[in-house]
């Protein structure tokens, strides 16, 4: 009802992209959703112009009359007060009406954006139960024995790497846990007796990671952020740089200096500049955990907007690199080319 | 009274500060060593290939002379390698009769298309280029120790200690293209 022709046009359509893009799993399913939005009539343009001088106007005139009422009695009298709620009301949603249509926008161009990405990346999102699978890959890997108050599988995909040597399939997972912890505080009553009480607090992490069959080595752990129950590290490669950052823990000292050659140990270095909180984990069923905290690693990073149509469809059409989640794939098959090289 | 009490405890924080940093001194130049031993146990490795590779190009008598040439050469040069006395000289002799070797392999193999097809030649030279690889690797993280090492006795006041104390003196860092060449690995971003 607040808008009109091409706004009130474009705002349908982008709601119904908006939706369709959710539900869509598939390339196929995606190309549909652009080619309606490709064969839409009108401009992609929003125009709001009218919608922030009404906002304006509306504010300036609040704020006038809000003094003229003032100024009669020089204070604040009923009638004032009706005026700023009545005037700050239309201000508010002639804000929001100027405001919606680019927020949507914007929201929609990265909703697509995102998808093209993951499916250029050969990630598909995974069914699941959060706090389920968090269960599961916690009986599997000490990565997830966190939070002591909940822990849940937040994002789950499924992804597949074509190596020169190696391929495989693997999980990329999102894992928000929660610690509680009791606070003592004092205080002074009202009688002025200092007394102490407790309070519960909720800290919440997130990590984010990838698991895949390694087959190469079982319980073995670069650590380079803290991995609960995991063993004393017994082994240090030659590299300051190395130990400063990571410690390895193996089922031997043998075994651990046979993993950590020379190119393995750089390899980690190079990954310590790539990721941040890195865990390499490999289970005793030989599948590998490597865990960061970094959150981008499959974040499209095309900020193109819809109203920059061109553009916009040229970085669908194009081939969208997620760089940190190749750095982290290129690092395990790399790792994994260096530990199978026997003579 | 309090006086000497202040003066006590700028003595106690001072020797505790040199202390720690005579330490760490020490400790950089022991990574620098570890770090060396690691780069020449690396070289030494080539001594468990040429077996293999005089045992492939035996059949080849003329590829075989050129050939044994470079290999005595390369255990030569590897003989002369000394893990417990930091010598990059040395070093930068085994990487280039290391690089003659393969120069003159990848040369004359064209000579004999059945042995560059053959699997064992192929299986030889993957091992060759990882081995080369590990090779670069160690040599970086040598590298990467000395300028540890070096920072920590030039930054002030470390020097001050090492004048006194340490007597440590700066390392070379090992500069060899080739061999940094044979290190393949490159992060994506």
């Keep these: ?108 161009s990265h909703a697509l954006l995102q998808r093209d990405g993951l499916l250029d990346n050969n990630l ?80 919440h992490y997130d990590r984010y990671g990838l698991i895949l069959p390694f087959g190469l080595l079982r319980n073995f752990a670069v650590i380079g952020f803290s991995l ?51 865990n390499f984990e490999v289970n005793d069923a030989a599948d590998l955990c490597l865990s960061f905290a970094d959150k981008d690693l499959i974040a499209t990073p095309n900020k193109v907007k819809i109203s920059e149509f061109e553009a916009f469809i040229e970085a669908l059409e194009g081939e969208q690199e997620f760089e940190k989640l190749k750095a982290a794939l290129s690092h395990v098959h790399y790792v994994m080319t260096k530990l199978d090289s026997n003579f | 009274m309090t006086g000497m009490w202040i003066a006590i405890g700028i003595a106690v924080v001072l020797v505790i500060a040199i202390i720690a940093i005579y330490n760490a001194i020490i400790n950089r130049a022991n990574a620098v060593e570890r770090a ?38 390369l255990r030569s040069a590897l003989q002369g390698l000394d893990s417990g006395k930091v010598d990059t000289a040395k070093l930068e002799q085994a990487e280039a009769k290391t690089g003659e070797l393969l120069k003159s392999l990848n040369v004359t193999v064209e000579n004999y298309p059945e042995l560059k097809a053959s699997e064992t030649y192929q299986k030889l030279m993957r091992e060759i280029t990882d081995q080369q690889e590990n090779i670069g690797a160690a040599i970086r993280i040598f590298n990467q120790n000395v300028e540890d090492f070096n920072n920590g006795i030039e930054v002030f006041p470390n020097s001050l200690v090492n004048a006194m104390l340490n007597r440590k003196e700066k390392i070379k860092t ?12 490159k992060p994506n971003i």
């Design chain 1, 1 to 108: 009802m607040l808008y009109y022709k091409n706004n009130k046009a474009l705002i349908s359509l982008l709601k119904n992209i908006k939706r369709q893009v959710s539900l869509s799993r598939s390339r196929q399913e995606l190309d549909a959703v652009i080619s309606e939005l490709k064969s839409f009539s009108g401009s992609y343009q929003l125009n709001t112009k009218a919608y922030w001088i009404t906002f304006t106007v509306v504010l300036l005139a609040t704020g006038l009359l809000s003094y003229w009422d003032w100024s009669q009695r020089q204070h604040f009298q009923q009638s004032t007060w009706i005026i700023i709620a009545a005037g700050g009301a239309l201000t508010l949603l002639s804000c929001i009406t100027a405001y919606y249509p680019h927020h949507l926008m914007a929201k929609v």
């Design chain 2, 174 to 185: 090992f500069s060899d293209s080739q061999a940094e060449e044979g290190f393949e690995y």
């Design chain 1, 124 to 203: 598909t999102p995974v069914t699941f139960n959060g706090k389920a699978t968090a269960r599961q890959f916690q009986q599997r890997f000490s990565e997830f024995h966190r939070g002591n108050y909940s822990r849940e599988i937040q994002e789950l995909f499924k992804g597949s790497y074509q190596g020169d040597e190696y391929s495989f399939e693997y999980y990329y997972y999102h894992f928000h846990y929660v610690d509680e912890r009791i606070v003592t505080e004092t205080y002074t009553d009202s009688n002025g007796r200092v007394r102490t009480r407790t309070r519960r607090e909720y800290d």
């Design chain 2, 36 to 73: 060396w031993a690691n780069v020449i146990t690396q070289e030494r490795q080539k001594n468990k290939i040429i077996p293999h590779l005089e045992d492939v190009v035996k059949d080849y008598k003329e590829f075989e002379q050129g050939t044994l040439t470079k290999v005595t050469e």
């Design chain 1, 228 to 278: 609960p129950g995991a063993g004393k590290a017994t082994y240090k490669p030659a590299s300051n740089r190395f130990n400063k950052v990571f410690k390895v823990v193996a089922a031997s000292e043998i075994e651990a200096a046979k993993a950590m050659k020379p190119t393995v140990v750089v390899a980690f270095e190079e990954l310590s500049n790539v990721l941040s909180k890195v």
